[in-house]
């Protein structure tokens, strides 16, 4: 009895996971449909049924991309935090230690950014979440100056997410440079020494 055929779903991500497996690997101007069926161990024909051209495949994988690296997500635990203030560190926290173990992911979402200089609609999807992502952390930072006026004095939530963001994303290309030395608990702590100093 033969076995039970792919969805055309599963079959899509299949196909996403080695436009990824390509692109994080050789980048993104190795990305071509024969590339891409072999990694996917799948038929050039069935990858154009899916995608009909290379570009659509780009920005497909750049969707994947987004949706599997990006998206910030506040865990139960962390919103039953009572403090502000410890709900922002659990989430920093969180996502230092998400995205330094998604080297590839990380190299892969520069690569975009890098072809959005050239490519507009790119540059577009990239900016907007990009926006999208510093948003997720002004809930939280709006909170937080509210709980500590006087801690953050003339300091906007927009500015706190900002620097906020910074850091996840430089631990994102810290760990992306060096993952066999990158410690997430070393790298807040820096983080909060540095902040004293400057406070």
Do not use: C, N
């Amino acid at each position: 009895m033969p076995g039970k055929r792919a969805s055309e779903e599963e079959r899509r991500e299949q196909i996403l996971r080695g436009a990824f497996e390509v692109a994080s690997r050789d980048g993104i101007g190795s990305l071509t449909i024969r590339a891409v069926a072999a990694e996917a161990k799948v038929s050039h024909a069935l990858v154009l049924f899916h995608f009909q051209r290379k570009e659509r495949l780009v920005h497909a994988l750049l969707d994947w991309l987004i949706d599997t690296t990006s998206v910030l997500h506040v865990s139960e635990q962390i919103a039953r935090l009572p403090r502000a203030m410890d709900r922002l560190h659990a989430l920093l926290r969180q996502e230092m230690a998400r995205l330094s173990h998604q080297p590839r992911h990380t190299r892969l979402f520069f690569d975009f950014w890098a072809l959005g200089a050239r490519h507009e609609e790119i540059r577009v999807r990239m900016s907007a979440e990009m926006a999208r992502y510093r948003a997720a952390f002004r809930a939280i930072m709006e909170e937080l100056v509210a709980a500590e006026p006087a801690a953050f004095d003339g300091v906007t939530a927009e500015a706190l997410a900002a620097v906020a963001v910074s850091w996840i994303q430089g631990s994102a290309v810290q760990a992306m440079i060096d993952p066999a030395d990158f410690d997430t608990g070393q790298y807040l702590a820096a983080v909060r020494g540095l902040v004293g100093r400057f406070a």
